[in-house]
């Protein structure tokens, strides 16, 4: 770390070294701290000294970037946590945004989509994915969901394409409901208790590891509840006949 001076506290950054500390080049540094992605840096004379709110900022944009973010809906997220905002408050802020994002879609072209899709695609084919939700279009092409191979199977089957349409529509909504619910759970349960004590930033850490173990065991439990609830209709409907 570069000497910095006598009146300043201890551990300040220079923008080269809050680049390296986050993984960034300088030039992106200082394009995100020209959009206020970041607060204003401790100026001596033509340096700048950045500290750990900073870097946490900087981390924010970095991880919703690799969960698919693009920038504006990154710009229009940090807008809204003030400036003062501690380091903690950061890491509980992206543990909450990221941990339930998957691999973030990928934007191809029609025979890139092809070649992932293991096929050749017409466009019905295309239009039921879209339908299904697997797929999305774009100006550049399309962009490929995390469920494209679960559609890409139902291709093949002999089931009308409404019938898949109405299905796919009862799952989003039913998911959406009960994401709701669990963010609602996590939000009164977890996270405002958490807020209401002080927390040093490796507790924060550790709670987003949590989170981030939490949202496989969600997923797990889901795919488990559904397989029980199906049984028992199954079941229900063996007594009734």
């Known amino acids: 770390m570069s000497a910095q001076p006598d009146d300043l506290p201890s551990g300040l950054l220079t923008i080269d070294e809050l680049s390296a500390a986050v993984g960034m080049t300088v030039r992106t540094t200082r394009y995100y ?15 700048a000294y950045y ?20 920038l504006q809906a990154i710009e229009g997220f940090l807008a809204s946590v003030p400036l003062d905002a501690t380091v903690e408050d950061l890491v509980l802020q992206r543990a909450m945004l990221t941990s339930w994002t998957g691999k973030p879609p990928e934007q191809l072209t029609r025979r890139q989509l092809e070649k992932k899709a293991s096929r050749s695609l017409s466009d019905d084919d295309l239009s039921l994915l879209e339908k ?6 774009t100006d550049g092409g ?15 089957l002999d089931i009308p394409e409404d019938s898949m349409g109405k299905a796919g529509d009862a799952i989003r909504r039913h998911m959406e409901a009960l994401v709701e619910d669990l963010t609602e759970i996590l939000r009164t349960e977890v996270l405002e208790p958490y807020r209401r004590d ?8 550790r709670l987003e590891m949590t989170m981030a173990r939490l949202r496989q065991l969600t997923l797990e439990a889901v ?3 559904f397989q029980r609830a199906a049984n028992a209709v199954i079941t229900r409907s063996l007594a009734r006949d």
């Open 132 to 137: 299904l939700g697997s797929i999305e279009r």
């Open 142 to 156: 399309w962009v490929a969901m995390p469920n494209l191979q679960v559609g890409v199977g139902l291709l093949d």
């Open 51 to 70: 500290d750990d709110v900073h870097k946490a900022r900087l981390e924010v944009v970095r991880a919703l970037q690799e969960h698919g973010f693009t």
């Open 198 to 205: 002080a927390h040093s930033p490796a507790d924060a850490e």
């Open 33 to 47: 701290a020209s959009l206020g992605l970041i607060p204003t840096p401790v100026r001596r004379g033509r340096v």
């Open 223 to 225: 795919v488990t509840g």
